[in-house]
């Protein structure tokens, strides 16, 4: 197993940093403490893309998807690793993180499932997805959750749902293959 990551590896807290380390010990991780990311981590996470690349690890919740976008606006393109939220809840605390993850699950992500976002001319519609029942039908949420975990997107709205399958390059013959 490789026991680093040549990105270095965004994530929300400390105890989701030692949780990776325990996976991948010498790999280079950077906090954002939450969703009140400070103007001199967007700075050093902008500096950090330009010459390592990140890969963004964050919590599969709405703050955690703030704070993606947050630092894409701020930094550019960046890689993405989703998990699925239900192995990251503390069922005893109902709270959402990185750090209550199966370590398996850390490893599969990072090794298989690194995304690489894109801006280019999208290669699927909204005429795609709903013909394929995953928007503007009444089992849609479900559906797209079968393609949100296959390809670990993380759950979403239609509409960001869309935009992630554009943006990581998952095309139609790939949704198909889930959903059939």
Known sequence: ???????????????????????YPKSEIIITNGSEISKDTLVLL???????????????????EKIRKTINQHVGETKHVFLPKQPCVDEGKG??????????????????????????SPSITNKDLIKRGLIGCKNATKKREIVSNAYQLGLSNGKTFLKKLNMFNIDLSMIDAVIK
């Open 1 to 23: 197993m490789n026991k680093t990551c040549k990105e270095v590896i965004v994530v929300e807290g400390n105890h989701d940093k030692s949780r990776i380390l325990e996976v």
């Open 95 to 120: 709270k959402v993180g990185i750090e209550h993850a199966p370590l398996s699950l850390i490893q599969d992500a990072l090794k298989n499932h690194v995304y690489e976002s894109h801006k280019g």
């Open 46 to 64: 902008k500096a950090l893309n330009q010459t390592k690349g990140l890969i963004l690890m964050l919590d599969p919740d709405v703050p955690g």
